[in-house]
């Protein structure tokens, strides 16, 4: 039997597709072409409508395959909301929910869903509340991790640094990391995403003093203005960004900085996008994940008006993708 494996999202689908095809090759399953597979697994994350959209799309080349293959069998998994659960439902045979498996791999989530209620985005509704994982899970997966030669070992939730262990209210995200860079073994750790609004002192020194943390940090910022922010349900001010953002260079002071950012929120205007263009240049940030707004039901986001124009969202997502490096 073969199969072909599509992932459409984060980094925590990333993980979560390794823990897929672990998990069929366990069973006798053999990687293959897309037009040569038994089975076509999708593995997508709703919480950007442009996930959403890509899924659709494969429809036709989907529906051609199994034209060509009776046998075939077409699952999708991942985070996928209700709403779009429902208008999948024709394209594929199954839907399931991904379990939550623990399994050796360089992408080792530590914690499910997400507490923060950011008006744009669908992960609570999709995944639920912060639920995680025990640090003794956790560090048993990077030991793993370490003996099997992986050199970079990646600590995933949808906001770390609100970890806390289930099996010791004491252990925190900094404390965990700090176990996990006394790990022995030849690796560097990265970890995504955290969130500005609790990114402690203890956490920067951390980072500053294992040798195994990666002297890099993803920190979104979503806006460089505060009143975008505010209607983002971001809990920090530009000036409490760039603080952090001070502390952590003068702490880190060869750190790569990257962040995220989303241009053409609901009411934001020229001279609000100008604030984070401004921002860009006085960060001056290694990369930058831009998205485009698209609005998501279910949200809070999705009761305001989607008004600024699709042109002018591009127009913005190059501004500042001229002002610093972006993935490709």
Known sequence: MRYHLITYGCQMNQADS???????EKKGYKKARLGRADLIVVNMCSVRQSAADRVFGLNQKLSKLKSQNS?????????????????FRKFFDEIKKMPQRNCPSALIPISHGCNNFC?????????GKLVCLSHQIVLKEVKKAAEAGFKEIWLLGQNVNDYQSPADASINFAKLLKMANDIPGDFSIRFMSPHPRNFTDELISVMAESEKVAKYLNLPVQSGDSRILKKMRRPYTMKQYKDLVGKIRKKIPNINLSTDVIVGFPGETRNQFKNTTKLFKEIKFDIAYVAKYSPRPGTAA???KDNVAPDEKK??????RKLTKHPS
């Open 119 to 127: 008006t744009y985005c669908v992960v609570p509704l999709a995944r």
């Open 315 to 320: 127009r913005r997502e190059k501004i500042l």
């Open 71 to 87: 046998n075939l069998k077409i699952i999708l998994t991942g985070c996928v909301l209700k709403k779009d659960r429902e208008k």
């Open 18 to 24: 390794e823990k897929i095809a672990a998990s069929l």
């Open 302 to 304: 999705f009761r305001l």
